[in-house]
């Protein structure tokens, strides 16, 4: 894969992916981070890529505008934590801990950034599990493992051999949202597919389950803004 730069400001730069399957030149915004890719048929040449990239300039620059800057997770920021706004602060010791709306973060010898997600991770796994657990209890459902990912494009699945996957990012948002996107995809140990009877099934464990997938639709891309890595 190749990046072009546009020059700036901002600088721009777009990824470049070949493949036999692309039919034309297509740009595309990732409408979670802003990053931008276009995908080309193997034969283009170099220089009408290119060429193409600089013509669509005017168009990449108001559609970038529209993505929500990245927010870098350090002392001092904010992130939110089941869906409230959490201070951290810089802890006096090797521990992290959290307590009301701060959470205090070590930051001798350990990125904070790191401490932070781990602590995000662990939070992520307790709550998902125990909902996982408690959804399946009442189906007569068993899984065989739950894993946490940092996926782009769902918030969770449920494989063939009834292997759980979550986002972890999922702890950011509220706990009705989690437990949503729990009950939904412990709904599909019963119904693999997104049939009439799967929704039944995800509104017989959970409820009313519209306003969480609204929220996923309207903020889930807020949850990809906070960077953990540099
Ligand atoms: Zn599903």
């Not at 959290?98 to 709550?127: C, I, M, W």
């Not at 049939?195 to 306003?211: H, I, N, T």
């Amino acid at each position: 894969m190749t990046t072009i730069f546009i020059p700036g400001p901002p600088q721009i730069a777009v990824s470049v992916k070949k493949s036999a399957r692309a039919k034309r030149l297509s740009l595309r915004v990732s409408s979670l981070d802003g990053r931008v890719t276009l995908s080309a048929p193997n034969r283009v040449s170099p220089r009408k890529i290119e060429a193409f990239v600089f013509e669509k300039e005017a168009w990449l620059r108001q559609n970038i505008i529209r993505v929500p800057a990245p927010i870098k997770v350090q002392i001092g920021s904010e992130i939110p934590v089941f869906g409230r706004r959490v201070f951290l602060a810089k802890s006096s010791t090797s521990r992290i801990w959290h307590q009301e709306d701060q959470l205090f973060v070590p930051e001798n010898r350990s990125n904070p950034a790191a401490r932070v997600l781990g602590y995000l991770k662990t939070l992520a796994r307790d709550h998902l599990t125990q909902k996982s657990d408690f959804y399946a209890g009442q189906l007569g459902q068993d899984y065989c493992r739950l894993s946490l990912r940092d996926t782009r494009s769902r918030w969770g699945s449920c494989s063939q051999d009834r292997a759980l996957m979550f986002s972890w990012r999922l702890v950011m948002a509220p706990q009705d949202v989690l437990d949503y996107v729990a009950a939904h995809e412990v709904a599909h140990l019963e119904q693999m597919n997104h049939s009439k009877q799967f929704w039944a099934v995800v509104e017989r464990l959970y409820g009313d389950y519209r306003p969480a997938r609204a929220w996923l639709r309207d903020k889930g891309a807020e949850l990809h803004r906070y960077r953990f890595v540099d």
